[in-house]
């Protein structure tokens, strides 16, 4: 159990080979039996919750799970993965980075591949995002540039906050389960596969791997008018939750 279904048609492929090379060389040692059919494990489950759905889970987070939250609504705006989301600290903003306004800074030591390593990505920070970043920094007494954005507060396994969050929300767990922190990467995702073409896409989520043409010779200067644009198509919070949370 537990294994990916690769691994599995993997693993049987190599029984039934050896299996059939033993009844070759050795047919009176080997009995003749019929090999199992294997039962591989279903495909990951790649459903997206809806933007609803997935703030209703993060309202569901209390002032005592706040790193969780600060960095679910980080990655909710930024697409990142939860442990890029709770690593990038105050010194990774710029209020307006290469006179394009707010973007953050998704350098080598938050990828999670080379080639996500080699972009030294700079991603846009549409305005909600920017206010609330700036009513946390307040909050917490301008802190340092090397204090992460979450505070000092991050769980060592944030997902078993955020299976209750999305379980005490009633949202369906085949949107969640197995992957609680993933939701909002893959709500991104999804809702951007929707507004952009692949390379911008493709970047900004940090997925540009080498084989898509182009990717590591284009300019992000370029990229961020329209995945600016694009993110502003996200649903704001709603009001409630976003008062809450500032």
Known sequence: GGKQASAVKTYASTVKAVWRWAR????DDVAEVDMPAVRTPPPKNVAAPTW????AALAE???RAAGVRRAMLVARWTGLRIGQASGVTWGDLRHDWQGLGPALNIGPA???TEAEAALDRWIPVISDLWRLLLAWQMADGRP?????????????????TMNGAFARAG???R???GHPTHVARKRMNT????????IPRRYFMGRSEPTVEGAHYIDARELFPVIRAALETIPALPDAFAAAVA
Request: net charge negative; glycine share 2%.
């Open 175 to 177: 949107f969640w389960r």
């Open 52 to 55: 609803e759905q997935l703030d």
């Open 110 to 112: 938050l990828s999670k």
């Open 24 to 27: 070759e060389h050795y047919p």
């Open 61 to 63: 987070l209390t002032e």
């Open 144 to 160: 340092p540039e090397s204090t992460p954005l979450v505070g000092p507060d991050f769980p060592r396994d944030p997902a078993d």
């Open 171 to 173: 949202i369906d767990p």
């Open 191 to 198: 809702h951007l596969a929707v507004q952009l073409a692949d």
